[in-house]
């Protein structure tokens, strides 16, 4: 979808884009309702929820890093906190309600938290499932109001010309490095979020009340990961170079969970990978932005200079810089997709103590990054 929505924002549909993803979303909840197979769900849920996000995030993500000539690390940062601070709340929610309420009631007491729709819910017996799903649909939609309220293009966006497909981004080497040093980062990095609870159970043999509380201490330790590596990005070291030692850092605790063996050690664990893979998660953005169009935070204050210079063909061009920036998005989506679930094959194909092959895959993947 990013490729698409850069496009759009091209031919200043922005708000399209960002509206139109909030209704997706929201119809996407509401077709739950009538779900009774699974290839429903993967209709609604998967294609109807991953298109609706997918205008969102790609709209939102392109035009915020426009809007800054600086700081941008740390606006990046704050745009991307929402992931840690709901980390935190919904395996709360489910480990608390779950035994009480049963799932379908955690997942609808959810809705009325979440704009996104994260998980599947079942088919419920109950005769009144299918209203309770419809208002579920409109809450998600009064959810985003707000944010559609709030996001805009930068004022005085000018269009002028026919956007083309950047040919050049593939011989531009820097540029491929990067995106293929992320693909692998984002491949490995989200392995950790997705089985610390699984681990923690079967190998550490935790509760299932201390092994969510785990995953809630990751994205704790998340949360100021997402501002501390940002404000030092923007005050001396740049994107790049705070970027890099994160990915070292993620990378080497990976590897260090296979000596991760007691609950002390699962502990110190958590905090630390949550952290570093903060720095990751928060600076990805600025760091391509820095690639793509490394004069327009250093040279251009207005975007008149920008639109005479993109004009003679000689300056900087914010549409196939945006572009570049939604091709480096398609690979993270590509990585984040296959990337856990690859963990999991390994994982179901491993003998005893099959968790090596698995941690091995991440902490590997990460390093390459």
């Known amino acids: 979808m990013a490729i698409i929505v850069s496009g759009q924002i091209d031919k200043g549909r922005f708000q399209h884009c960002f509206t139109g993803g909030s209704a997706i979303l929201a119809s996407s909840v509401l077709a739950t309702s009538w779900c009774k197979e699974y290839w429903q ?16 995030f790609g709209a939102g993500a392109q035009v915020l890093v426009t809007h800054f000539s600086k700081n941008l690390g740390i606006a990046t940062g704050i745009a991307s906190a929402g992931g840690a601070v709901g980390g935190m709340i919904f395996p709360a929610i489910c480990e608390k309600l779950i035994g009480k309420v049963g799932f379908g009631w955690t997942v609808r007491g959810k809705r009325l938290i979440a704009i996104p729709l994260t998980h599947c819910p079942k088919v419920s017996p109950d005769p009144f499932a299918d209203s ?20 805009r293009e930068r004022p ?3 269009r002028k010309g026919k956007a083309q497909m950047d040919w050049t ?5 820097p540029y491929l490095l990067v995106t293929a040093g992320l693909f692998f980062a984002f491949w490995g990095i989200y392995f950790g979020f997705y089985y610390i609870v699984s681990y923690a159970q079967q190998t550490l043999q935790l509760s299932p009340a201390d092994a969510t509380n785990l995953l809630i201490l990751m994205n704790a330790a998340n949360l100021p990961g997402r501002f501390l590596p940002p404000l030092l990005s923007d005050a001396c070291l740049g994107p790049l170079n705070t970027l890099i030692p994160c990915t070292f850092l993620t990378a080497a605790l990976l590897f260090l969970w296979l000596g991760a063996d007691g609950s002390t050690a699962i502990h110190l664990l958590v905090c630390f990978y949550g952290f570093a893979a903060a720095g990751i998660q928060s600076l990805y953005n600025a760091t391509v932005w820095g690639f793509v169009a490394p004069s327009a935070s250093s040279k251009r ?14 300056g900087f061009d914010e549409r196939k810089a945006r572009l570049r920036l939604a091709m480096v ?27 090596t092959g698995a941690q091995v895959f991440a902490g590997t993947s990460v390093f390459m990054g």
């Open 169 to 173: 981004a593939f011989t531009d080497v």
């Open 301 to 314: 204050k207005h975007q008149d200079e920008l639109d005479s210079e993109s004009e003679s063909g000689s």
């Open 156 to 158: 005085g966006v000018r």
């Open 132 to 151: 309770r799903n419809q208002v579920l649909a409109l809450v998600v939609l009064l959810s985003l109001i707000p944010a559609n309220l709030i996001a």
């Open 41 to 56: 769900f993967v209709l609604a849920q998967g294609l109807g929820t991953g298109m609706g996000m997918g205008l969102i």
């Open 329 to 355: 998005f398609v690979m993270i989506g590509v990585a984040c997709l296959t990337g856990a679930p690859l963990g999991g094959v390994i994982l179901d194909r491993g003998k005893e103590g099959r968790w």
